[in-house]
T-cell receptor
Framework: EAGVAQSPRYKIIEKRQSVAFWCNPISGHATLYWYQQILGQGPKLLIQFQNNGVVDDSQLPKDRFSAERLKGVDSTLKIQPAKLEDSAVYLC????????????FGQGTRLTVV | GEDVEQSLFLSVREGDSSVINCTYTDSSSTYLYWYKQEPGAGLQLLTYIFSNMDMKQDQRLTVLLNKKDKHLSLRIADTQTGDSAIYFCAEIETGKLIFGQGTTLQVKP
């Protein structure tokens, strides 16, 4: 079974630029999560999708971050414009259930904002 | 509120047992989890425990849950150098998977 795929693996941008991350979850998984992991901290949930609907986006900085999940499969997370404090690893995870049981994580995209 | 806490660092010798501790806040959490993160990798689910259980054993891993104190621990028996990683405990809170800040386990040969 293929795992959660994320791209790119690494991205370096200047502040105020835009960036987009892509995630392809495990086939058939209804729930998709985006987490932000700042160095030395645990992952923080940004947004949770159930199929193509948003379940929770309370921690998403909506003035600069946006996310969508087209047709309930792939998802993109965008930051526009980026700030220095957005430097982090962005992790995508998927789960066959809404409870988070057996959430499978991708390798993440490491973003550096300079 | 959302607050899962862990000690930040643990160092053990190869062959010893490791015990990683965690406290959580949501008494209604149905599942509690332990994830492992190796350098440059995503998180890997190690084990989980249902909230109606006190203990779960899975090969070298033992999870203990004290619901009264909202305390979760992970014991790794016969710790190996390959166990060196960051270990995260996590709880389900209002349908969201909430993580602690992680415990770095260093295993010395």
């Amino acid at each position: 079974e293929a795992g959660v795929a994320q791209s790119p693996r690494y991205k370096i941008i200047e502040k105020r630029q835009s960036v987009a991350f892509w995630c392809n979850p495990i086939s058939g998984h209804a729930t998709l999560y985006w987490y932000q992991q700042i160095l030395g901290q645990g992952p923080k949930l940004l947004i949770q999708f159930q199929n193509n609907g948003v379940v929770d986006d309370s921690q998403l900085p909506k003035d600069r971050f946006s996310a969508e999940r087209l047709k309930g499969v792939d998802s993109t997370l965008k930051i526009q414009p980026a700030k220095l404090e957005d430097s982090a690893v962005y992790l995508c995870a998927s789960s066959p259930e809404a409870t988070g049981y057996e959430a499978f994580f991708g390798q993440g995209t490491r973003l550096t904002v300079v | 509120g959302e607050d899962v806490e862990q000690s930040l660092f643990l160092s053990v010798r190869e062959g010893d047992s490791s015990v990683i501790n965690c406290t959580y806040t949501d008494s209604s959490s149905t599942y509690l989890y332990w994830y492992k993160q190796e350098p440059g990798a995503g998180l890997q689910l190690l084990t989980y425990i249902f909230s109606n259980m006190d203990m779960k054993q899975d090969q070298r891993l033992t999870v203990l849950l004290n619901k009264k104190d909202k305390h979760l621990s992970l014991r790794i028996a016969d710790t190996q150098t390959g166990d060196s990683a960051i270990y995260f405990c996590a709880e389900i809170e209002t349908g969201k998977l909430i993580f602690g800040q992680g415990t770095t386990l260093q295993v010395k040969p």
